[in-house]
Antibody, heavy 117, light 107 residues
Framework: QVQLQQSGAELAKPGSSVKISCKAS????????ISWIKQTTGQGLEYIGY????????NYNEKFKGKATLTVDKSSSTAFMQLSSLTPDDSAVYYC??????????WGQGASVTVSS | DIQMTQSPSFLSASVGDRVTINCKAS??????LNWYQQKLGEAPKLLIY???SLQTGIPSRFSGSGSGTDFTLTISSLQPEDVATYFC?????????FGAGTKLELK
């Protein structure tokens, strides 16, 4: 079955960067885009962007341009999201989700990022 | 960005009740509206896609309706395992946007 396995929780200092991974299995990786979503108690769910797993092309929500960088390693069926210049406002649970023509279907289990000095 | 207004924010109902949750889009999104269920500590799960299509493996007590700007998720007979937060998502226009969620609890 379709599975997306994300990397573990991160504790990071303000100003630093983190890189979250999302390893896909159970389907042909390059047949679907991978998208990334941020969840916080205050702002709810927000779409960060998505990556074409075949070409590496990306599309970002304007709000997250300069904050998030999406990449992919086809050889390992893994997508990555790097978050840079971290502030406490970046503390959240980040999900990857497979993106179909009907929207996101399968989701990873989420990766918690805590930014604190 | 398209704003998704979801109501109610909180809902308390009894086992066997019929439950409805609504989402209103700030502009026409055709039928590009999905519903997700999120249980505590878990990732969201897709229930309904494109307004009224039931995702594989989801019980038939869940149904969706609507088009344009107004959409409804219905649970025909509430079960204890349905306690969760429910979100709508529009995927008509980028950036895709979510409703704020409806927290459903048992009375």
């Amino acid at each position: 079955q379709v599975q997306l396995q994300q990397s573990g929780a991160e504790l990071a200092k303000p100003g630093s960067s983190v890189k979250i991974s999302c390893k896909a299995s159970g389907y042909t990786f390059t047949s679907y885009y991978i998208s990334w979503i941020k969840q916080t108690t205050g702002q709810g769910l927000e779409y960060i962007g998505y990556i074409n797993t075949g070409s590496g092309g990306t599309n970002y929500n304007e709000k997250f341009k300069g904050k998030a960088t999406l990449t992919v390693d086809k050889s390992s069926s893994t997508a990555f999201m790097q978050l840079s210049s971290l502030t406490p406002d970046d503390s959240a649970v980040y999900y990857c989700a497979r993106l179909t023509t009907e929207g996101p279907d399968a989701w990873g289990q989420g990766a918690s990022v805590t930014v604190s000095s | 960005d398209i704003q998704m207004t979801q109501s109610p924010s909180f809902l308390s109902a009894s086992v066997g009740d019929r439950v409805t949750i609504n989402c209103k889009a700030s502009q026409n999104i055709n039928r590009y509206l999905n519903w997700y269920q999120q249980k505590l500590g878990e990732a969201p799960k897709l229930l309904i896609y494109n307004a009224n299509s039931l995702q594989t493996g989801i019980p038939s007590r869940f149904s969706g309706s609507g088009s344009g700007t107004d959409f409804t998720l219905t649970i025909s007979s509430l079960q204890p395992e349905d306690v969760a937060t429910y979100f709508c998502l529009q995927h008509n226009s980028w950036p895709y946007t979510f409703g704020a969620g409806t927290k459903l609890e048992l009375k």
